[in-house]
C-alpha cells in the first residue's frame, strides 16, 4: 500500500510543478527523466515537506525541500545537510542509502531549497512492536536494523569527505548545553488562553544535565543519524532485511553511542510511549519516512509487550544483548563497556537518552501553549516529559548510590550495563 498524499489543493506546500520540471529539464542532473514531472506531497506533517515526483515516464522520484515561512532555528531544515551526507554515503560499495540526483539552494525555483533522489520501493514499519511481521521475521528485522547500524558506525568520516559535518570531541557537553538553552526558552512560553508560563521540564532538570555534562567520558565519533529506527528505514518488499536509511536531518558527525543506546531502546524503557500515528494505517511502500513523530517505543503495556523478556521467545524479539554482541563484532566498540569504571557511559548515555526525548516532549507543550501544536495528538506527550525525567533523575539517583560517579565503584561494570 503506498502512503495516503496529502490533497495539493489548498495547501501551503504545494509545489510549482512546471518551475521544476524547467529546472530539472536545465539542469539534466537525471538521467533519463522524461518531462514534465509531477509532485504529490506525502505524509502528515514531516518538518521538511516531501514529495513524489513522477515524470511522464512513469517514473518516481523523493524530493524533500526546507519549509516554507520563518525557520526559528537557524540549524533546523538543513536540506543540504541530508543531501552532503546522502551523497557522500552513495560512495561507498552497498551501502543502503537512496541515490542523490540534484541539490538546489535557489529559492526562487519552487520558494525553498531543496533536493531530489532516488525512490526506494520497500515496506517502512511504522509499528515499533513490528505488528506485521512474522516473529521469525522480527528476529532478522532487528539482526539486519541493528547490522547496518554497526556498518553506518564503523565508516571512517574522513574517508567519504565529511571531515568537517560535525565536531568529533565534546558531542554529549555541546548538546546538554543545547537542550539547556532550549528547555529554559520553552519554559518561558505563555498559554495562549491562560497566559500562565509552562514552566520547567522537571524540577531536577539542572541537576540531570549536570551529571551528564560531568560523568560523560566517551569521545568516540562517528558518522550519526540521530534517529535511527525502524520507521526511518525501508525494508525489502518481502524479505526483511534494511534496503535504505532515510530522513538524515539529525544526522552529523558525533558519538556513535548514542545512536547505539536509542536503537536497541524498546528493549530497555519499560513505559509506554504514545505515538500521534497510532490511528493510521501502516505504510508499506515508499521512500521517506511518514511517522517522524513515532518514538520508535513499543505501543505495548509493559506486560504485553513483545519485548517484555518474558514475552520475547514467542513474539520472536531477539536479546538486546546479542544485536549488541553483532554491533560490536562490526564496529570493534562494545557500547555495554564504554567509560569507567567498563559501562558507566553506557548508563550515562540512558540518561541522555531520556533527556532528550523530554525535551523534545517539553517542547511540544510549549506548542501546544503557543497554539502552534503540529497535531490535535500533540496533548499525549505532555505526560512523557514527567515520565521521561523521572526516570532519568531515579537512573542519576541509582548511579550515585552504586558508587560510579566520578569512576568509583567495583563490580564487573559489564554485567551492570547488560540490557
Avoid at 46 to 55: I, L
Avoid at 210 to 232: A, L
Avoid at 299 to 305: A, E, G, R, V
Avoid at 394 to 419: D, N, P
Wanted: aromatic share 10%.
Amino acid at each position: 500500500m503506498n502512503p495516503s498524499p496529502t490533497a495539493k489543493s489548498g495547501s501551503r506546500h504545494e509545489l510549482d510543478d512546471a518551475a521544476l520540471s524547467k529546472y530539472l529539464a536545465e539542469s539534466k542532473s537525471i538521467p533519463g527523466l522524461q518531462g514534465p514531472v509531477t509532485t504529490t506531497k506525502i505524509g502528515y506533517g514531516q518538518s521538511n515537506p516531501t514529495y513524489f515526483v513522477d515524470d511522464a515516464g512513469g517514473t518516481r522520484y523523493i524530493l524533500r525541500k526546507k519549509p516554507a515561512g520563518t525557520i526559528i532555528s537557524p540549524v533546523a531544515h538543513q536540506v543540504d545537510r541530508e543531501y552532503r551526507v546522502l551523497k557522500a554515503l552513495g560512495t561507498v560499495e552497498g551501502f543502503p542509502v537512496p541515490k542523490v540526483y540534484t541539490l538546489c539552494m535557489d529559492p526562487n525555483v519552487i520558494g525553498t531549497a531543496f533536493y531530489v533522489m532516488e525512490f526506494v520501493k520497500g515496506r517502512i514499519i511504522t509499528d515499533p512492536d513490528l505488528g506485521e511481521l512474522s516473529p521469525q521475521d522480527r528476529r532478522k528485522a532487528w539482526i539486519s536494523l541493528v547490522e547496518t547500524l554497526g556498518w553506518l558506525h564503523s565508516i571512517d568520516p574522513d574517508s567519504i569527505g565529511l571531515e568537517s559535518f560535525g565536531k568529533k570531541t565534546g558531542f554529549y557537553k555541546r548538546h546538554c548545553n543545547t537542550f539547556s538553552r532550549i528547555e529554559a526558552q520553552q519554559a518561558k512560553v505563555k498559554d495562549i488562553k491562560t497566559g500562565k508560563e509552562l514552566g520547567r521540564a522537571h524540577d531536577h532538570f539542572d541537576e540531570i544535565v549536570e551529571f551528564i555534562r560531568s560523568e560523560m567520558s566517551s569521545e568516540r565519533y562517528s558518522v550519526v543519524h540521530g534517529d535511527f529506527k525502524f520507521d526511518n528505514v525501508v525494508l525489502h518488499p518481502i524479505e526483511p532485511r534494511v534496503i535504505a536509511i532515510l530522513d538524515w536531518e539529525l544526522s552529523t558527525v558525533g558519538n556513535p553511542l548514542m545512536d547505539a543506546i536509542y536503537v536497541v531502546s524498546p528493549f530497555w524503557i519499560d513505559y509506554k510511549k504514545p505515538s500521534p500515528h497510532d490511528h493510521l494505517s501502516k505504510e508499506t511502500s515508499t521512500s521517506t519516512s511518514t511517522s517522524r513523530a513515532n518514538t520508535g517505543v513499543s505501543n505495548s503495556s509493559p506486560l504485553t509487550s513483545p519485548y517484555n523478556p518474558a514475552n520475547r521467545p514467542t513474539s520472536g524479539m531477539p536479546e538486546p544483548d546479542d544485536l549488541l554482541d553483532r554491533y560490536t563484532a562490526i564496529t570493534g566498540f562494545d557500547p555495554r563497556l564504554e567509560g569507567t569504571p567498563p559501562g558507566k557511559d553506557f548508563e550515562v548515555a540512558k540518561i541522555f537518552h531520556y533527556l532528550r526525548g523530554g525535551t523534545i516532549s517539553h517542547g511540544i507543550q510549549a506548542r501546544t501553549y503557543a497554539g502552534q501544536a503540529s497535531s490535535d495528538f500533540s496533548h499525549v506527550y505532555f505526560e512523557n516529559t514527567r515520565k521521561s525525567f523521572d526516570a532519568a533523575w531515579a537512573m542519576v539517583q541509582k548511579l550515585k548510590s552504586e558508587g560510579k560517579e566520578g569512576g568509583s565503584g567495583s563490580g564487573s561494570g559489564r554485567e551492570k550495563a547488560r540490557l
